[in-house]
């Protein structure tokens, strides 16, 4: 499935929380707003310890303005994201500017209390955030040149284009000069690129042209932007009173009221790869053996690791489009209702409609008619550049709520539907929280409330329940072949989003190096995913900046966590239903009482620390892939059996 940015703090804005934008004709206007009423309070000095004084500063002082000013900004970007032009830009540095003016003011007024002494966390929590300046820290004209590189690399990447034509004999391809290309030929990744590689027959020289002309046209054009990026951004976090960048996003999971640091979270993350390492090396193994089988001219190595090309993504980050190939029991049907889908007359409309169907049948909110109206489901024809990465926006306004996709009527779709909605959800659910609180537990918290949702409707038993899947059988060897068709996606997915912060933490920390910024990450991928480049690769290119996250300046690790804490949320909810049985058969379509326990989690916001909205919905405050671990068991056990019929070692 396509992975969604979803949503995007722009830490700017004290207390702003999750902002994420939606649908035009973008005016590229900034909305100003008055902060003066802010700069006139007067603070009642002899109350500056008490943190039930400063609730009511939030409440009743801060709150109404941050609120216009996240609403003013999330318009700004939302022009800009679906509107790409240097008007619509102007207007988000214009929005940055006014953000950061009122972040630097509420931190010199937080600044004023001392909390210190207080039992409230919650509020000492509030109180040290609201010091941080993050990005506003910075000068005007670094800020305005930070909110310019961003948006630069976003727009190389949004509005890139390969010269290639999918039907030209491979010979021919090679050829292609993008400096003389028909109109026709110039090809962008969304939708253009990612449908090649997952849909193309493995012509391996097409794959390679491919894998390495993207690289050429996005990442390797923004590397000079992105080691200025570095330098500002570790300067903004320097500022702040971080070590670094990495340990400034690191921050948002860590609790110093709890004693949980920043060493402890590094240690976790640690700890979770580990849990997680042996099951995907057997999938890696197994998954080597057969394109060695589908590609015998390719001479891959039995013990080594793949080429990136052929694994059928652009970043070797979701295996699912091998499926064909690589099913454990092939002469069962493919668990793809694509084809159903459109049989049966599926729109892009129905399939969102269907997705809010199933959290109303968990007793969740419906969605309010301003989604339907102003939300951007399918990429615009009439000439706009957007960016077609799929997010989901709160305009932090009274059930003004969106997503923007370029969505096409398949599987992954619908399934990407899912993921977007469960963002829309969470917000609809702590809309009732102050503005300090209007955000996840924490982020992969954000990430995975969708995914949640999305392991019971791609259950078998809930696509043979909306009649998208015929004929299905409940038997051993079907069941083994939803668990793999699973893992191509969860499992391939979890090194991928593992590597892409741990290089960027040592890249902030300088542990790499600017001057080895290409090699310091192909290391990585090798060490943790068992991949290596199609081509062989210099320092004049810059690979990790193909991949949309990386110039969007969108912290990743969110995305590994809520891959392991979603498996901890599915199993709660499916025993909240009742459901008897493997996890992997569990489908909580229409329980109430699985419902009412996500909703008692989400309600909460970020009004209490991840580990409590962790213990809340789990029972437990801590993150564990065991549940991960059980999903997957029995294909586990089938995967080590078959390598070691075959010869098959993990490990490359």
């Not at 993350?269 to 580990?274: R, S």
């Not at 997915?493 to 310091?520: Q, W």
């Not at 909580?588 to 009004?607: C, D, V, Y």
Request: aromatic share 12%; glycine share 6%; hydrophobic share 35%.
């Amino acid at each position: 499935m396509a992975r969604g940015c979803c949503w995007r703090n722009t830490s700017v804005v004290f207390f702003l929380g999750i902002v994420c934008l939606l649908l035009g004709p973008a005016k590229g206007k900034f909305t100003p707003v008055d902060i003066s009423p802010l700069e006139r309070y007067q603070l009642d000095e002899t109350k500056l310890t008490s943190a039930k004084y400063f609730r009511s500063w939030l409440a009743n002082v801060y709150n109404p303005i941050g609120q216009k000013m996240a609403q003013s900004a999330v318009q700004a970007s939302w022009d800009y994201n679906t509107n790409i032009t240097a008007v619509n830009e102007a207007a988000t540095i214009e929005s940055s500017q006014a953000s950061a003016n009122l972040t630097r003011l509420v931190a010199k007024i937080a600044a004023k209390f001392d909390l210190s002494k207080s039992e409230d966390t919650q509020m000492k929590k509030a109180q040290r955030e609201g010091k941080e300046l993050g990005d506003a820290s910075l000068d005007p004209a670094e800020l305005t040149e930070l909110v310019k590189i961003v948006n630069g690399m976003e727009s190389v990447y949004s509005t890139a284009t390969i010269c290639f034509d999918p039907n030209a004999d491979a010979n021919e391809v090679s050829l292609e000069d993008p400096t003389n290309c028909e109109e026709s030929k110039k090809l962008p990744l969304d939708p253009d690129l990612i449908n090649f590689m997952k849909n193309s027959t493995w012509d391996a020289k097409k794959r390679r042209y491919v894998w390495k002309a993207w690289r050429d046209v996005s990442g390797k054009k923004v590397r000079k932007d992105y080691i200025r990026y570095i330098q500002l951004k570790n300067k903004a976090a320097k500022l702040t009173g971080y070590n670094d960048n990495g340990q400034y996003w690191r921050s948002e999971y860590t609790d110093e009221n709890a004693g949980y640091t920043d060493s402890d979270f590094l240690k976790d993350l640690d700890d979770l790869w580990l849990q997680i390492k042996p099951l995907y090396g057997e999938m890696h193994a197994y998954v080597r053996r057969k394109l060695i089988n589908k590609l015998p001219h390719e001479h891959l190595s039995p013990t080594g690791p793949i080429p990136g090309h052929l694994i059928g993504d652009m970043f070797s980050q979701e295996w699912t489009s091998m499926l064909d190939f690589t099913q454990l029991f092939p002469a069962k049907p493919l668990l793809d209702v694509t084809d159903e889908m459109k049989r049966q007359n599926y729109t892009v409309d129905k399939m969102f409609h269907l997705s809010e169907q199933f959290q109303i049948e968990l007793g969740l909110k419906p969605m309010p008619e301003t989604f339907w109206e102003k939300s951007l489901f399918v990429k615009p024809k009439d000439g706009r550049e957007v960016v077609c990465h799929a997010s989901a926006w709160d305009f932090y306004r009274t059930g003004d709520v969106r997503i923007k996709m370029c969505t096409e009527v398949n599987m992954d779709d619908l399934i990407t539907i899912h993921h977007e909605m469960g963002h829309i959800q969470y917000f609809l659910q702590y809309a009732d929280q102050m503005m300090v609180f209007r955000g996840g537990a924490n982020s992969g918290f954000h990430e995975a409330v969708g995914d949640t949702l999305a392991l019971s409707v791609k259950t078998p038993k809930h696509l043979s329940w909306l009649g998208l899947l015929k004929n299905n059988k409940n038997d051993r060897e079907s069941d083994l072949n939803y668990m793999f068709s699973t893992a191509l996606d969860k499992i391939a997915f979890l090194p991928f989003a593992y590597i892409m912060d741990r290089y960027r933490y040592d890249v902030f920390s300088g542990k790499i190096g600017t001057n080895e910024l290409n090699s310091g990450w192909w290391n990585y991928a090798l060490e943790y995913q068992g991949i290596i480049p199609a081509v062989p690769r210099t320092e004049d290119d810059f690979d990790p900046g193909a991949k949309y996250h990386i110039d969007a300046d969108v912290e990743y690790m969110r995305y590994f966590i809520s891959f392991v804490i979603q498996f901890q949320f599915h199993k709660a909810l499916c025993d909240a239903s009742g459901h008897a049985g493997p996890l992997y058969q569990c489908d909580i379509n229409q329980s109430k009482k699985a419902g009412e326990l996500l909703s008692s989690m989400l309600s909460l916001g970020g009004s209490q620390p991840w580990p409590v909205a962790m213990e809340k919905i789990t029972g437990s405050r801590v993150m564990d892939a065991a549940p991960l671990l059980e999903f997957f068991q029995p294909m586990t056990d089938y995967l080590k059996a078959e390598n070691r019929k075959n010869g098959d070692v993990a490990g490359w």
